[in-house]
């Protein structure tokens, strides 16, 4: 599926001592406590998942429950005690991977609550949404100041199929295809590989230019940089045209219209 993972950490510049050992901490207990199920980076075979990524499960918390207390709440209470009727996850996702086992005995009240409370902060990330194959973009009328500046030339308007599609992998009505499935992961794969070769090019680019400005370098020996990075940001939207066109292409025109309603 062509979608890239272009989640960027946040580099928090003032992070107070405490609240980044507090975060690290929940981090951790989520690393040993949730993620032998639940992975935190879109991976490269969805086939081989047990449970579904915590980007799209905090997609759907945050859908349902508008204030961090409530989800966390939420998030507390269903992984104590799981239950189909609770469940935000689609009736589809839950008959692929099966109803949560309850964590009790593996997480106490006090850890979950930390490990909620980390999983609100940080999915899904603050910019994931419009770096993605298009998606949701387009859809935000104002995007999040937060967002870190996109790495693409167009930063809305593209049409959104990848989120979409990973949401909708084995949605019944989509019915993708098991050769259709291999395609888009083909496609996603060959995506991710050259956004992540640009990415971090345009990262440390923007830095440099952000840095050398900042320490009163001249406009004229910046220039060139600048022009470079335009070329680079110039490349990942070429890798952004060629995965929504390659996803068409794959993709039959009542999905495509099933995707886009
Ligand atoms: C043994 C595998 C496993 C572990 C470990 C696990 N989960 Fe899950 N989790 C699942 C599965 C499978 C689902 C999807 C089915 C469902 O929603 O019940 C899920 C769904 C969820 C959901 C979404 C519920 C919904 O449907 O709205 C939340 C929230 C969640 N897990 C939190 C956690 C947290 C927090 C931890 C760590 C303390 C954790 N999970 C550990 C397997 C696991």
Same mark, same amino acid.
């Given at each position: 599926?062509?979608?890239? $993972? ?60 508008? %204030? ?185 025109? $009542?999905?495509?219209?099933?995707? %886009?309603?």
């Amino acid at each position: 599926m062509p979608y890239k $993972k272009l989640i960027f950490t946040t580099t928090l510049l003032c992070l107070s001592f405490g609240s980044a050992l507090a975060q690290e901490n929940a981090q951790a207990l989520f690393a040993s406590k949730c993620a032998s199920c639940h992975v935190t980076t879109p991976p490269a075979d969805f086939s081989k998942l047990t449970a579904p990524p915590i980007m799209g499960v905090m997609r759907h918390v945050k859908m349902h429950h508008k %204030s961090k207390e409530a989800a966390v709440a939420f998030i507390v209470d269903y992984t104590l005690n799981p239950q189909e009727e609770k469940a935000l996850c689609t009736t589809d996702k839950i008959k692929h991977f099966g109803l949560m086992p309850s964590q009790r005995g593996n997480v106490t009240q006090e850890e979950l609550q930390r490990i909620a409370g980390w999983m609100y902060d940080n999915f899904p990330a603050a910019s994931s949404s419009k770096k993605q194959c298009g998606t949701q973009q387009a859809r935000q009328a104002t995007p999040s100041p937060k967002a870190a500046p996109s790495q693409f030339l167009i930063a809305s308007g593209m049409p959104h199929m990848t989120k979409l599609l990973m949401q909708q992998w084995d949605d019944s009505t989509l019915a993708l295809t098991p050769d259709q499935k291999k395609k888009l992961l083909r496609v996603r794969q060959q995506t991710m590989q050259a956004v992540k070769r640009i990415t971090p090019r345009i990262r440390g680019l923007q830095k440099t230019i952000i840095h050398k400005t900042m320490a009163g370098e001249s406009p004229n020996t910046l220039e060139p940089m600048v022009k470079k990075l335009g070329q680079l940001k110039a490349q990942a939207t070429n890798v952004h045209v060629q995965c929504i066109y390659d996803t068409k292409n794959i993709l039959t025109e $009542k999905q495509m219209a099933y995707l %886009s309603r």
